[in-house]
């Protein structure tokens, strides 16, 4: 099958393949047989694997590609890796200059361009995944390119994204991706028509004994005790060989064969020697693979550990692979690891743990960062709980650099985990405070706000206690940040005023230029829109020059929220342009796709349909997250009511709703519940409309966000209208009037009176719908809102020349 696959592959169809089968089913070995069969040079074929412990350190597998492929090998220092990697890009004709920075990122090499500091986590993201996907698709002109990612069934988040993403692209290509995993596990892609799984199966009975006859070499088997192995092992080869080898250590045959793969393991390690036993164990702490100089500087036995090693690979427990300057060792399977390292007590896997870590400390003093994995993993399972937390906190910030958030998140609670295991103090707290932020951050991108709130409120005593305005300045603006997006105005302004304070105190201009960036938001939301301005003014000021680059360009968002609200279309366009400035200069897409849908909203509030649609798609093409995904969806579901077009925006305001109800963000929540209503209001679905408008309503008030009060009072009152109510609309019109006057929303005062003004004039009161129109007329007059501003004319003059038939204007 995979040569049939790999025949079409060549043809320039690319292939997903999934070998899926139970621990020592052979899938391993199935790909080994496979690339025998491939003529050198019929492909290039790329291997990677995904470890046990290995889940939460983004992109793994895909840098043990990239070594393979560019010919990197333990003990390279950066110098070397760089060039190498120079190489493998100039072989496929890219640029190293333009793409070096993204794989010296992986890599944890400092890149001396500095190229990629300015960028935010979200960017460089961005840009690793099309230089990895570059690569794969170049290189796959060059020669079929065979990708191969075993045990993915332990693959971290971000490698399994792009995979995802590599499945979307190489359909038209000749490439091959082939992945391996147990049963339980679904990779990416699977459900595509180039798709293929093979499931591996148990062996029949006469290739099992082939399997047993071969393991043994050609000493003999009494029948019974092959037919009770065959029936023991049940088809699985690996089973069939340890048992196979497991009869051939022993001089006499005992009867009492284990029940398990991991039995037969067990038996087998303990009948080796004292000390080839330690060392068996002593390996398995290092991991699946381990260089032989690791191993040397953790063995605490008696004696050289060589003859040991000798024996362990005579017994095919490990082999070994030849390195360019070291050897590097290999359990021949994960299964023999594992169940070595069961075989140590609580106390000792510690011991061996810590020892690990602080080998690699000193063995790879040069390039630590490229093991910050390994050594968060190994501290955090020794005794030495600062060591754990620092390396914990590196590898989380090494995650959230790249855009993976959870695997940060999943750092940072082990990282709070060991932090409580230390002696109490200031440095405990300090560093409790340090954690909790950062996981505050990365609760954030995902969506889970209040969570981020609770996280940083836990520890508020401590900060307190510790009386650190350096500390306090950040905290605080966070604080101040996710109460804004909670929809709690007082504690969001309380927060920020007290950050600034803080800020203030140690001349920490980013923190107090975030924290004016907030209040700039907080007029938004609670209408006081000029005084918002005024903030967004001083944060620009103490921002520029400072490397808060992103938060920059936020201030000119949030200031564009401001003039939004207070319907000036070419400040919106200018706070637009400056974010996008602030984004293209630090490849940020999510300042671009926010700044697109502030000049989307504008568009809809001035009567320009196409450009709000426009704008409001681009903003969705932009939107590289969950959150700002939501937030274009919204816009685009927005826009799209505004021109009448209830079907297409039913299934996006759909979607925004149901996520912002999630995030815990009651402001837009509530304004696009609105938007939802006026779209079933649209479709005749007057009942289900109201339900939904009340709800908006409610939401809305709750946080006091007054433009997403007006919204959904203007759509109660059209549904009142609809259902013949005139009264009550027009109350309700007055309601919308009134919110949209107090916070002066002067678009929108236009356009309710606009409206109010045609619900007067059928009840033939004329002189009442002309004051109505010309009031319209008069606040949009000096307002640029050419569409708006032509029906408030046209309104006025039928008004006051009334058509001879006496029709309705
Ligand atoms: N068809 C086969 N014939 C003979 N030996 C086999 C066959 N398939 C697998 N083996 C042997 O069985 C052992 C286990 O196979 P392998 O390592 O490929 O399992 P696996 O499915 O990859 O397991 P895991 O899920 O743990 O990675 C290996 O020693 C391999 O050589
Ligand atoms: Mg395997």
Not at 70 to 93: F, N, S
Not at 541 to 555: D, F, P, V
Not at 624 to 652: C, K, M, Q
Not at 682 to 701: Q, V, W
Request: with cysteine.
């Amino acid at each position: 099958m995979l040569q049939d696959l790999f025949t079409q592959v060549t043809e320039g169809r690319g292939q997903v393949v999934g070998v899926v089968g139970e621990p020592g089913m052979g899938k391993s070995r199935l790909l080994h047989e496979f690339r025998q069969t491939l003529r050198a040079r019929a492909a290039t074929v790329l291997e990677g694997r995904c470890v046990s412990y290995g889940g939460a350190i983004p992109y793994l597998p895909i840098i043990e590609i990239i070594r393979n492929n560019c010919g990197i090998v333990d003990g390279d220092g950066p110098g070397i890796v760089a060039d190498r990697l120079a190489a493998g890009l100039r072989e496929v004709g890219m640029p190293p200059t333009e793409w070096m920075p993204y794989l010296l990122h992986l890599f944890g090499v400092k890149d001396e361009s500095g190229a990629i500091d300015a960028l935010s986590p979200e960017a460089v993201k961005a840009r690793t995944f099309e230089t990895l996907r570059q690569l794969t698709l170049r290189g796959s002109r060059l020669r079929p390119l065979i990708f191969i990612v075993e045990d993915v069934h332990w693959i971290d988040k971000t490698s399994e994204e792009y995979l995802a993403s590599l499945v979307e692209n190489l359909i038209a290509a000749p490439i091959m991706l082939v992945t391996t995993y147990r049963p339980g596990y679904r990779p990416p892609g699977m459900d595509r028509s180039y798709a293929t799984q093979i499931t591996l199966r148990p062996l029949p009975r006469p290739d099992s004994l082939t399997v047993v006859q071969s393991a043994l070499q050609g000493r003999g088997l009494s029948t019974s005790l092959a037919d009770t192995i065959l029936s023991r092992a049940e088809g699985n080869p690996f089973f069939l060989e340890e048992l196979a080898l497991s009869m051939g250590d022993q001089r006499e045959p005992d009867h009492t064969i284990p029940h398990t793969v991991q039995g037969v393991i067990m038996a087998r390690i303990d009948r080796l020697a004292e000390d080839t036993k330690r060392l068996v164990r002593t390996a398995a702490v290092l991991g699946r693979e381990f260089p032989q100089k690791l191993l040397d500087r953790v063995w605490d036995g008696p004696g050289a550990l060589h003859p040991h090693l000798l024996e362990l690979k005579r017994l095919e427990f490990v082999y070994e692979r030849a390195g360019i300057d070291e050897s590097v060792y290999v359990f021949k399977h994960a299964l023999t690891q594992d169940v070595a390292y069961e075989g140590l007590l609580t106390h000792r896997r510690q011991a061996l743990h810590g020892a690990a870590g602080l080998a690699l400390e000193e063995l790879y003093a040069d390039r630590l960062e490229e093991f910050y994995g390994a050594l968060a993993h190994h501290f955090a399972r020794s005794e030495l709980a600062d060591k754990a937390v620092t390396y914990l906190m590196r590898v989380a910030d090494k995650a959230a650099r790249v855009y993976a958030n959870a695997e940060a998140l999943t750092h940072l609670t082990d990282a709070l985990g060991h932090v409580q295991r230390m002696p109490d103090g200031s440095q405990r707290d300090r560093m409790l405070l340090d954690v909790a932020q950062r996981k505050g951050f990365s609760l954030y991108f995902l969506g889970r706000f209040a969570e981020s709130v609770e996280c940083l409120l836990e520890h508020r005593a401590r900060l307190d206690r510790l009386d650190d305005p350096v500390l306090a300045g950040p905290y605080y603006f966070w604080l101040a940040h996710m109460y804004s997006r909670l929809g709690r105005p007082e504690l969001a302004v309380e927060s920020a005023r007290r950050a600034i304070e803080e800020g203030g105190r140690c001349g920490d201009d980013a923190t107090v230029g975030k924290a004016h960036g907030l209040l700039a938001l907080e007029g938004h939301w609670s209408g006081a829109a000029r005084e918002g301005i005024e903030h967004g003014r001083t944060a620009v000021a103490r921002l520029e020059g400072t490397a808060q680059q992103w938060w920059l360009g936020m201030a000119h968002i949030y200031m564009g929220f401001d003039y939004v609200l207070l319907g000036q279309w070419a400040e919106v366009q200018q706070a637009a342009a400056s974010a996008i400035a602030v984004g293209e200069a630090i490849s940020d897409t999510r300042l671009q796709c926010y700044a697109a849908f502030i000049t989307s909203w504008i568009a809809s509030m001035r009567g320009d349909g196409a450009v709000a649609v426009d704008d409001a798609e681009r903003s969705r093409k932009l939107a590289t997250d969950r959150v700002s995904g939501v937030y274009a969806a919204g816009f685009l579901g927005y826009a799209h009511v505004d021109r009448g077009e209830a079907e297409t925006a039913i299934p996006l305001l759909d979607h925004a709703v149901r996520e912002l109800e999630q995030f815990g963000f009651p402001q837009w929540h509530g304004m696009f519940t609105a938007s939802l209503a006026e779209a079933y209001r649209l479709r005749g679905n007057t009942d289900r409309a109201f339900e939904l408008a009340e709800r908006g309503l409610a939401l809305a008030t709750s946080c006091r966000y007054w433009l997403g009060v007006g919204y959904a009072q203007r759509v109660l009152a059209r549904i009142a209208s609809d259902r013949g109510r005139q009264d009550e609309a027009a109350a309700r019109f007055a309601d919308a009037l009134g919110t949209f006057t107090s916070i002066d929303a002067r678009i929108e005062i236009g356009r309710v009176r606009i409206e109010l003004a045609g619900l007067v004039a059928d009840r033939h009161d004329r002189p009442g719908a002309l004051r109505h129109a010309e009031e319209a007329e008069s606040v949009l007059r000096d307002m640029d809102a050419p569409v708006q501003l032509a029906r408030a004319h046209r309104l006025v003059s039928e008004l006051r020349h009334p058509a001879p038939s006496g029709e309705r204007p």
